[in-house]
C-alpha cells in the first residue's frame, strides 16, 4: 500500500478482544475504511471512520484520529470465523480506496 | 440484487496469449473499480469507470492492460500477451458516486489469473 501501515499478522484467543492498528500519512483525506476478507474471497466491508472518535458496530469498534493518522478496529468476544485478513484503506482527494496491505489475524483456541 | 459478480472465477493461459475478465456490478451503482490483488499483499488500485467513463487508466500497470465499460453497466479487463507476473487475483468493485468519494467498496469475488 501507498504510506499506509499495518502489522503483518496477529494472533488472539477465541474469546479475548484483539486491537489492529493502522497508520497511514496523506493530505486531503476524505475517511478511512476497514474490510475484512477470508481466504480466497473478496474482502467484505466492515467499517468507516471520516470524523474522529469511536464508531461501534456490534462486536466491531473502529477508532480514528486525523491528527495522528492513525486507526484502529476492535475485536470483541473473537471467534473461530474472525480468523481473516484484515484490510485498512483510506480516500484522499480524487484517489479511489487506496489499501494497506493487510494484517492476518488467526484466531486460536 | 445479488452483488457484484465477476466471471470466470479462475482462468488458466498460457504466456502470451490474452485474457478478458467481466464484472457485472450492482446495478443501481454509477461507479465500477479494478484492483489486482497478490499474495499477501492489499488490492491495488487500476482503473476506475464513472458510468461509462473512464475516469483514471494511469494505473494500469502497462499498455498491454486495458477496460471498457461501454454502456456503463458491466466491464471487461482485457489483459494482451499475458506474462507470469500478471498472475494475481483481478477484483471488481463497485459503489455509489458523485464527486467525492466516501462510499464503500462493494467487491466481486474476483477472477484469479494463472499464466504458465
Known amino acids: 500500500g501507498q504510506n499506509i501501515d499495518q502489522p503483518t499478522e496477529m494472533t488472539a484467543t477465541e474469546g479475548a478482544i484483539v486491537q489492529i492498528n493502522c497508520t497511514y500519512q496523506?493530505?486531503?483525506?476524505?475517511?478511512l475504511f476497514w474490510y475484512q476478507q477470508h481466504a480466497g474471497e473478496a474482502p467484505t466491508f466492515l467499517s468507516y471512520?471520516?470524523?474522529?472518535g469511536l464508531e461501534e458496530k456490534g462486536r466491531f469498534s473502529s477508532f480514528l484520529s486525523r491528527s495522528k493518522g492513525y486507526s484502529y478496529l476492535l475485536l470483541k468476544e473473537l471467534q473461530m470465523k474472525d480468523s481473516a485478513s484484515y484490510l485498512c484503506a483510506y480516500y484522499s482527494g480524487n484517489t479511489p480506496l487506496v489499501f494497506g496491505k493487510g494484517t492476518r489475524l488467526s484466531v486460536i483456541a | 440484487d445479488t452483488g457484484v459478480s465477476q466471471d470466470p472465477r479462475h482462468k488458466i493461459t498460457k504466456r502470451g496469449q490474452n485474457v478478458t475478465f467481466r464484472c457485472d456490478p450492482i446495478?443501481?451503482?454509477?461507479?465500477l473499480y479494478w484492483y489486482r490483488q497478490t499474495l499477501g499483499q492489499g488490492p491495488e488500485f487500476l482503473t476506475y469507470f464513472q458510468n461509462e467513463a473512464q475516469l483514471e487508466k494511469s494505473r494500469l500497470l502497462s499498455d498491454r492492460f486495458s477496460a471498457e465499460r461501454p454502456k456503463g453497466s458491466f466491464s471487461t479487463l482485457e489483459i494482451q500477451r499475458t506474462e507470469q507476473g500478471d498472475s494475481a487475483m483481478y477484483l471488481c468493485a463497485s459503489s455509489l458516486g458523485a464527486e467525492a468519494f466516501n462510499s464503500p467498496l462493494h467487491f466481486g469475488n474476483g477472477t484469479r489469473l494463472t499464466v504458465t
Open positions: 471512520n471520516v470524523l474522529d
Open positions: 496523506t493530505s486531503g483525506f476524505n475517511g
Open positions: 446495478s443501481e451503482h454509477n461507479r
